[in-house]
């Protein structure tokens, strides 16, 4: 089984600075990597997928980067909206799926 | 646009089997190109996938849960299904559906290549208490 482990935990930011999440997999995903924001009581959203491809509808401040083991989701400024949880995922393994534990953005 | 809403009991008790059904609007269940997916999120917790189908009713679960899941789907109805059997209060957890936009192609030299654009559309999710 391929573990992702996420970090922070959590991620003080104030509105306006920049963001960058981490995502580890246990072994080697290539770039089979997507990132999904939830916001409370919402459904996740997809943001990124193949590691740094946006979703459709996704801004440019949203950015993903990394392959192999070591992943990292770049949030270039954050808006009041941005303030949410964030997941990554695996499908390198597909069809067999995996999610990170999550980062919490959260404002400073 | 496609759109997915959760449907079913709320309340299981334990040692009975937990049924939610997913509907799809908007679009075809038949549409290749997406498989349809459950995923579950414990109270105050992250994302579990449990498992996914297509609509030819090929299916993939979780290795943790694959003795207890099933998935199956209704093409005339355009939904998909769970069924958890055995629950205990650990299956207690807020489960989605969602479409994974995933499938396969040959290339030019007959090689069979499997793309996944991720899980872009979700439903609302729906709470499930494990209780006697």
């Known amino acids: 089984e391929i573990v992702m482990t996420q970090s922070p935990a959590t991620l003080s930011v104030s509105p306006g600075e920049r963001a960058t999440l981490s995502c580890r997999a246990s072994?080697?995903?290539?770039?089979?990597l997507a990132w999904y924001q939830q916001k409370p009581g919402q459904a996740p959203r997809l943001l990124i997928y193949?590691?740094?491809t946006r979703a459709t509808g996704i801004p440019a401040r949203f950015s993903g980067s990394g392959s192999g083991t070591e992943f990292t989701l770049t949030i270039s400024s954050l808006q009041s909206e941005d303030f949410a949880v964030y997941y990554c995922?695996?499908?390198?393994?597909?069809?067999?799926?995996?999610f990170g534990g999550g980062t919490k953005v959260e404002i400073k | 646009q496609v759109q997915l809403q959760e449907s079913g009991p709320g309340l299981v008790k334990p040692s009975q089997t937990l049924s939610l059904t997913c509907t799809v609007s908007?679009?075809?269940?038949?549409?290749?190109?997406?498989?349809w997916s459950w995923i579950r999120q414990h109270p105050g917790k992250g994302l579990e996938w449990i498992g996914y189908i297509y609509y030819s009713g090929s299916t993939y679960y979780n290795p943790s849960l694959k003795s207890r899941v099933t998935i199956s789907v209704d093409t005339s109805k355009n939904q998909f299904s769970l069924k958890l059997s055995s629950v205990t209060a650990a299956d207690t957890a807020v489960y989605y559906c969602a479409r994974d936009r995933a499938g396969d192609y040959y290339d030019s030299s007959g090689s069979s290549i499997y793309y996944y654009y991720g899980m872009d559309v979700w439903g609302q999710g729906t709470t499930v208490t494990v209780s006697s």
């Open positions: 995922q695996q499908y390198n393994n597909w069809p067999v799926l995996t």
């Open positions: 908007g679009g075809s269940i038949s549409s290749g190109g997406y498989y």
């Open positions: 072994q080697s995903v290539s770039s089979n």
């Open positions: 193949g590691a740094s």
